[in-house]
Each structure stands twice: as C-alpha cells, then as structure tokens.
C-alpha cells in the first residue's frame, strides 16, 4: 500500500519568510496529492491539491509542486502570517485510498 | 467547496456507555465516507472505510465491534463508539468522498469519563 513520508516535523519562520514543507510517497499509482491544514481541535481543511498530470499549480501565496518521477511532492508558502500557523498535512491518493503524511507543526513568528 | 457536517462536536461520557457520532455530506453525495482517529499531536489514522448500503472495511488492529459504522445513505454514515472506555479518548474525524477528492468534517472530541 501507498506510505507517505512528510518532513519537517515542525518548522518555525520569521513572518514574511518562506515555508517548504517536503512529502515522498510510495505507490506510483498515486495520482491525487491533495494538502490540509489543520488548526487546534478542527477537522483538516482542504488548502491546495494537485492532480498527476500537473507539475505545478498556484493559489496566491500557496504552491505545490509535483515530481512524478522522483515521487515526492512539495508546498511552499511566501509571504507568511502568524495566521499560517497550524498543522499541514499532505497526502497521496490513488483509486479512493487517501494515506496521509505525519504532518509538520508551522510556528509563524511575529 | 464541499461541506461535511459531523456532530457533536464534543462529547463526554461515562465509561461503558455509547456515543454515536454523525458525519453528513451537506452538498454532495459521498461515494465513499472514511472514519479516522488522532491522537494529541499525530497524524491521522484511518479507522475504516465505508460504502453506501455494505459492510465497512476497517483497518488491521481496530475492533469492528467496538466501532461500530453505519452508512445508510449516500450523504449520511454514523460511528458509534460501544461499551467506551477512557482509552476510547480521541479526536475522530469523518471525511467523505467524491471520486477523487476528500471533505472533511469539524472532528469530534471524545473524552471518556
């Protein structure tokens, strides 16, 4: 089955810095890389998502990119605010199956 | 987006009684509902998978008859946590399914007393 691998952990930034936050997966048959955050005691919250046969896609400050090849897929968020604090999860799909990485604890610092 | 309604949001009960909770597609109609737990500062954990109208399939290690799921219609499937003890404890999150993409609900908060 498919395994999902996120990293970092936690990630501290400097509002206004840069986020990266990594995700590797297994199953090459994944073809639906969608992202979440997760704000304290709430369900995850759809933030982007990116399809296969995409290599990159664009929501204002949020962006996804996705290496098919190397099988890892990326969110970078610019321009940061105390408000992108939270926990982001990434996950891989394939055929209805939704496995979903550790997550990574985002600290934005005023 | 899609909106997935799960209820209650909290709940607190006492040990060795049970609590069913909600999870409804408001908009659309789930092919597929999931049922996950997270613990304190975890990931989420895939509890079981189900589909309108058939069994649930639920993950190696989590107690069907423990966990009980019920999905009777197209937009509307039940967990209900039977005979719960305090490790019972746990954030449970709902999510519901088109083909291709996953909605989630607000989570509910279960503390067992």
């Known amino acids: 089955g498919e395994n999902v691998e996120q990293h970092p952990s936690t990630l501290s930034v400097q509002e206004g810095d840069s986020a990266v936050i990594k995700c590797t997966y297994s199953?090459?048959?994944?073809?639906?890389f969608p992202w979440y955050k997760q704000e304290l005691g709430k369900g995850p919250q759809l933030i982007i998502d990116i399809r296969s046969n995409v290599g990159e896609k664009k929501d204002q400050r949020i962006a996804v990119t996705l290496n098919k090849t190397a099988k890892h897929f990326s969110l970078h968020i610019t321009e940061t605010q105390p408000e992108d604090s939270a926990v982001y999860f990434c996950a891989a799909s394939s055929n209805n199956d939704m496995r979903f990485g550790a997550g990574t604890r985002l600290t934005v610092k005023p | 987006g899609a909106v997935v309604s799960q209820h209650p949001s909290r709940v607190i009960c006492k040990s060795g009684t049970s609590v069913k909770i909600e999870c409804r597609s408001l908009?659309?109609?789930?092919?597929?509902m999931f049922w996950y737990r997270q613990f304190p500062k975890q990931s989420l954990m895939l509890m079981a998978t189900s589909n309108e109208g058939s069994k649930a399939t639920y993950e190696q290690g989590v107690e069907k008859d423990k966990f009980l799921i019920n999905h009777a219609s197209l937009t509307l499937s039940t967990l209900t946590v039977t005979s719960a003890h305090p490790e019972d404890s746990s954030f449970y999150i709902c999510?519901?399914?088109?083909?291709?993409?996953?909605?989630f609900g607000q989570g509910t908060r279960l503390t067992v007393v």
């Open positions: 199953d090459s048959a994944s073809n639906y």
């Open positions: 908009d659309f109609q789930a092919t597929t």
């Open positions: 999510s519901a399914t088109t083909h291709t993409e996953a909605f």
